[in-house]
């Protein structure tokens, strides 16, 4: 009776393991595993930085499970990206990805070196590329003027100057700063003392008496200079 049992068993064990196809098996384990995988990336709030830079940067996460994928594997590779300040990552479950980028604000176009280079909010040096409303910023002039511009920028609009009416700005080697605005006008500005002129200066400018006057010379303290 033994006998006859356990080849029995023996004869279900074979017909058992003469179905089993690995590959069915294969398929499902494939099928569970890329329901997680991620399918989705989705870039938002950026302006400046061309999204297929992006993407380009973050490919290698497509079709990787999207729990291995940690924060820092999409943030390191977009660090060097232009005009990028930082990124914040949230995961959409169960494939997707959101990527929402902040940007640096281009803040001047600085002319070094007979290059063009963009400066931005947090003084930083871009390679000039054209974009919508490039034109509209400022020129920057004088040798290392990328070292102080932004402080000299700041102070400007602490003091409630009007920025956007600024055409150019220049720099002198003694730590000072001219600007010339739109309507044509130029002030300036001494080395020191410089919050003091500046407030000076708005005040002159809403003056009407002022108005035929094309240079307002402010770098000696306590004198106001002009010329027509």
């Keep these: 009776m033994r006998k006859v049992y356990k080849v029995f068993l023996i004869i279900l064990l074979f017909i058992f393991l003469s179905t089993l196809n690995p590959n069915s098996e294969d398929l499902v384990i494939k099928k569970k595993n890329n329901f997680f995988n991620i399918k989705n990336i989705i870039i938002n709030n950026n302006n400046l930085i061309n999204e297929k830079i992006i993407n380009k940067k973050i490919k290698n996460i497509f079709n990787k499970n999207i729990f291995l994928i940690k ?29 929402k980028i902040f940007e640096t604000k281009p803040i001047g176009i600085l002319y070094k070196d007979k290059s063009k280079y963009f400066v931005d909010n947090f003084s930083n040096l871009i390679s000039f590329q054209e974009f919508n409303n490039s034109n509209f910023l400022p020129s920057i002039f004088g040798e290392n003027a990328e070292k102080d511009f932004l402080n000299f920028f700041n102070e400007l609009k602490k003091n409630k100057f009007m920025i956007s009416e600024v055409e150019s700005y220049y720099y002198f080697q003694v730590g000072r700063w001219d600007i010339k605005l739109k309507n044509s006008k130029i002030i ?34 306590g004198k106001i200079v002009v010329n027509q």
């Design 188 to 221: 300036k500005f001494p080395e020191i003392n410089t919050t003091k002129a500046i407030k000076k200066s708005l005040k002159l400018l809403k003056r009407e008496d002022f108005n035929k006057y094309n240079i307002i010379d402010l770098r000696v303290d």
């Design 71 to 99: 924060k820092n594997d999409i943030k390191k590779p977009l660090k060097d990206i232009n005009f990028l300040n930082k990124v914040e990552v949230k995961k959409q479950y169960p494939e997707t990805i959101i990527v």
